[in-house]
């Protein structure tokens, strides 16, 4: 995949003014499927690795400093991850506003605070409780793949490759929050971070009470309670500066809070075709059980990911006329379909549209079935 992206970035540099646009997201999807791999496998593998760790130096008292370099590797490979798919996944897609670098240090800062929390507070509490630290985070794990798998989340082709991710991204849970799901995500993010602070609360009281007090003295052992608390807090300052000052749709909090989208369906414009999407960015709509049903959902944090809309409405432009554009016509209505199924025909228009790029300079429009209705929104976007 490397190998593949770095060709396709080469490409997108040598090749003609009209087809650099072709491979410069060939490489863009390549980049995001990558993160995304990367990012699993480091909550995979560092993440216990850094607990086990720094389990072994509070039980022995003392720090090596191979053992501290490559805890504070692990910590910040976790952090950096967390930010790089963020910012990957943005860069990736034309409906999303690209994160800066200020944010994605920012964001870098956020995570490394309150994993470092999380996991000093694991290893405190496993280096006295080894047997219930264990079911501890069995339980969690199991409720957070259950909060996530409720969620409805469309990652997959299938139901039970959906639920296979959703327990993998429960790992994930265990150290840090990170966001699944179409809607809005300031709540259950709030719900999240009061179970995390109440669970760091509760381990590190629990080690505080039963430490062995013959190899830790109980003023290093104020130290580790006030490094767990400050560290937390830490990482909730710099998530409020991400949100308030950083974020690319801009500040999420505050009176002026998720202003840039439209809260009613704009207008077609006049002439403009009802079952034609005019302008496709690059990912077919995800659809959740609410929006299979009729039913508007609540969207992610101010921008929703598929249905982003300018601050003010854009000034009719001429169009070239239908017949000089390549159409794909698709035998499915709208939003009517399983979030698996959607997947699906997002991989398959993906490679038809790109390749369709290719050969033309045109973008193809997408065109579907309008099952009993005359005329559908058009507000409605696919994007490939």
């Known amino acids: 995949r490397y190998l593949r992206t770095l060709y396709l970035g080469l490409q997108s540099r040598w090749q003609a003014e009209h087809r650099r646009r072709h491979f410069y997201w060939r490489m863009m999807f390549e980049s995001a499927d990558i993160s995304m791999l990367r990012l699993l496998e480091t909550f995979l593998k560092s993440a216990p690795q850094l607990v086990l760790q720094l389990s072994i130096m509070v039980q022995q008292n003392s720090i090596e400093p191979l053992q501290g370099l490559s ?24 409906d999303k506003m690209p994160m800066s670098y200020k944010g994605a240090v920012v964001q870098i800062l956020w995570h ?194 598929f249905q982003v809309r300018p601050c003010a409405p854009p000034a009719p432009a001429a169009r070239a006329p239908r017949t000089e554009r390549p159409v794909i016509r698709i035998d499915l209505p709208r939003k009517k379909y399983p979030a698996w199924d959607a997947h699906f025909i997002d991989r398959r228009l993906r490679k038809t549209i790109l390749a369709l790029e290719y050969a033309s300079p045109t973008t193809p429009r997408l065109q579907y079935r309008t099952p009993g209705a005359p005329q559908e929104v058009l507000e409605y976007e696919t994007t490939v």
Not at 75 to 93: E, F, N, P, T
Not at 150 to 175: L, P, R
């Open 112 to 305: 490394l605070f309150t994993i470092a929390a999380r996991a000093i507070a694991f290893a405190l509490f496993a280096s006295v409780f080894q047997l219930y630290f264990g079911i501890f985070i069995v339980t969690h794990w199991c409720i957070m793949t259950f909060w996530i798998i409720q969620g409805e989340t469309d990652f997959c082709m299938s139901k039970w490759e959906e639920i296979i991710y959703n327990m993998v991204v429960g790992i994930i849970y265990i150290f840090c929050w990170f966001n699944v799901k179409e809607g809005r995500s300031r709540y259950r993010m709030c719900i999240y971070y009061v179970i995390t602070l109440s669970e760091n609360a509760a381990l590190t009281v629990l080690w505080f009470l039963y430490y062995d007090r013959k190899t830790t003295s109980d003023f290093d052992a104020l130290i580790l309670v006030c490094v767990v608390s400050s560290s937390f807090a830490l990482g909730i300052f710099f998530m409020f500066i991400y949100y308030c000052l950083l974020h690319p749709n801009g500040p999420m909090f505050g009176p002026h809070a998720g202003g840039c989208i439209f809260r009613q369906r704009p207008a077609p414009a006049p002439g403009s075709p009802a079952d034609a999407v005019t302008s496709p960015p690059r990912s077919l709509p995800r659809t959740t059980g609410g929006e299979r049903d009729g039913a508007a959902g609540e969207r992610d944090s101010c921008v929703p990911v």
């Open 71 to 94: 805890a504070s590797a692990s910590l910040l490979s976790l952090a950096w991850m967390i930010a790089s798919y963020q910012k990957v996944l943005r860069d990736s897609r034309e």
